[in-house]
């Protein structure tokens, strides 16, 4: 079982609506969240970066982990074209700084 | 504050050439370096990590070698590359003190095999 899930999608949706994108994660020991978005060609941006359970607000975007379910969400709302790029959720342990555990990406393109 | 920099952005090498793709972090000190592979649909696979000068952990046994001869340059080599070492090579870094801080990337090299 991988330690974290991510639908590839690709995610299609037309500009202004609300975008979810979702990973589920095997071990509850995992407590650090990330959220990155990669342009083509270009290196993971990190997005949101979160450690509880909860809800995370920066701007147009949302990151939310739910402990319980093992399962972390990130909403863009009134999604733009410059939104389109690849999303990758990542997971951390807390006793080490070097288990990162990534997410596949999914592929969003938001149309005019 | 800290930005990660790293060369050349793409490069195409016949097999069988040498490998040398560089990292150098800046506004910070004793960082932790990482090296990934990304490849389409596989996400990202790390191939080492380093917490100090000298100090290389490698997680996935292949041809490519890492060294750090400073604190914050990352070096990836190879001796002589294969066809499979094609791909979008990211170099990241964290703050050595501080556990859970998240990674951040560089723009990445592309290489292609040929």
């Known amino acids: 079982q991988k330690e974290v899930e991510q639908d590839p999608g690709p995610l299609s949706v037309p500009e202004g609506a609300i975008v979810s994108l979702n990973c589920t994660y095997s071990?509850?020991?995992?407590?650090?969240f990330m959220w990155y978005r990669q342009y083509s060609r270009k290196g993971p941006e990190l997005l949101m970066y979160t450690y509880s359970s909860g809800n995370k607000e920066d701007g147009r975007f949302t990151a939310q982990v739910d402990k319980s379910s093992k399962y972390i969400s990130l909403f863009i709302r009134d999604s733009q074209p410059s939104d389109s790029a690849t999303y990758l959720c990542?997971?951390?342990?807390?006793?080490?700084?070097?288990?990162?555990?990534f997410g596949t990406g999914t592929s969003l393109t938001v149309i005019p | 504050s800290q930005t990660i920099h790293q060369w050349p952005a793409t490069l195409v090498q016949p097999v069988g050439s040498p490998l040398s793709l560089e990292c150098t972090v800046e506004?910070?000190?004793?960082?932790?370096l990482y090296w990934y592979r990304q490849a389409a649909g596989r996400g990202l696979q790390l191939l080492f990590y380093s917490v100090g000068i000298g100090q290389i952990s490698s997680e996935v046994p292949q041809n490519l070698s890492a060294s750090r001869p400073q604190d914050r340059q990352f070096i990836l080599s190879s001796k002589k590359l294969l066809l499979s070492d094609s791909g979008f090579y990211l170099c990241a870094w964290t703050p050595g003190q501080g556990r859970g801080q998240p990674q951040h990337f560089g723009d990445g090299t592309r290489l292609s095999i040929l």
């Open positions: 071990n509850s020991a995992f407590q650090y």
């Open positions: 506004g910070t000190s004793n960082p932790n």
């Open positions: 990542a997971i951390s342990l807390p006793h080490t700084g070097n288990q990162f555990y």
